[in-house]
Antibody
Framework: EVELVESGGGLVQTGGSLRLSCAVS????????MNWVRQAPGKGLEWISYISNSGGNIYYAASVKGRFTISRDDAKSSLYLQMNSLRVEDTAVYYC???????????WGQGTLVTVSS | SFDLTQPPSVSVSPAQTASITCSGDDLGYKYVCWYQQKPGQPPVLVIYEDTKRPSGIPERFSGSNSGNTATLTISGTQALDEADYYCQAWDSSTVVFGGGTKLTVL
């Protein structure tokens, strides 16, 4: 059974940092492209970052570029998101999601809540 | 930047057909997928590659994509289909989501 479990969320002050983790099981992690998607309270889905299965290609949304860093550790079957210079508008539930063959998210984690307070 | 536009809300009576649109420039040249999201839960993929249903998704969910518009159709809508629905596409190395449509089953 495919499972994605996020952790690392919490309350942080403006300008602070957090590192999110996503531990996966039930599939060969190294073979799949992965993403982070977030959802602010009461708002829609916002994609924030992609990493290829090799880690050689990485993309970011304009809203987080230069502040967030995506990475992966295939040996640990884990995906990470380092978030720096956090802003109030970064408050959201953060999901890790697996990319299917043609750019769709076929599996999602349950999400982890990040709250940025001023 | 590439944008996807959805109506904020759609209402449908039980057993009737609901259609949710997603519009974007030349969207028919891209693969579109759709997600269903219920309160407090992560999204669930209901349609991918324009028309395909993942395993476990009921046959009443179908999709199409042509020109500038993709459409999610729910035939014989049930009360349990009440949820938010999001379209999504891939453009220029970015994932783009539509703003979401709240489907109300009256």
């Amino acid at each position: 059974e495919v499972e994605l479990v996020e952790s690392g969320g919490g309350l942080v002050q403006t300008g602070g940092s957090l590192r999110l983790s996503c531990a996966v099981s039930g599939f060969t992690f190294s073979s799949y492209e992965m993403n982070w998607v977030r959802q602010a309270p009461g708002k829609g889905l916002e994609w924030i970052s992609y990493i290829s299965n090799s880690g050689g290609n990485i993309y970011y949304a304009a809203s987080v570029k230069g502040r967030f860093t995506i990475s992966r550790d295939d040996a640990k079957s884990s995906l990470y998101l380092q978030m720096n210079s956090l802003r109030v508008e970064d408050t959201a539930v953060y999901y890790c999601a697996r990319f299917g063959e043609r750019w769709y998210f076929d599996y999602w984690g349950q999400g982890t809540l990040v709250t940025v307070s001023s | 930047s590439f944008d996807l536009t959805q109506p904020p809300s759609v209402s449908v009576s039980p057993a009737q057909t609901a259609s949710i649109t997603c519009s974007g420039d030349d969207l028919g040249y891209k693969y579109v997928c759709w997600y269903q999201q219920k309160p407090g839960q992560p999204p669930v993929l209901v349609i991918y590659e324009d028309t395909k249903r993942p395993s476990g998704i009921p046959e009443r969910f179908s999709g199409s994509n042509s020109g500038n518009t993709a459409t999610l159709t729910i035939s014989g809508t049930q009360a349990l289909d009440e949820a938010d629905y999001y379209c999504q596409a891939w453009d220029s190395s970015t994932v783009v989501f539509g703003g979401g449509t709240k489907l109300t089953v009256l």
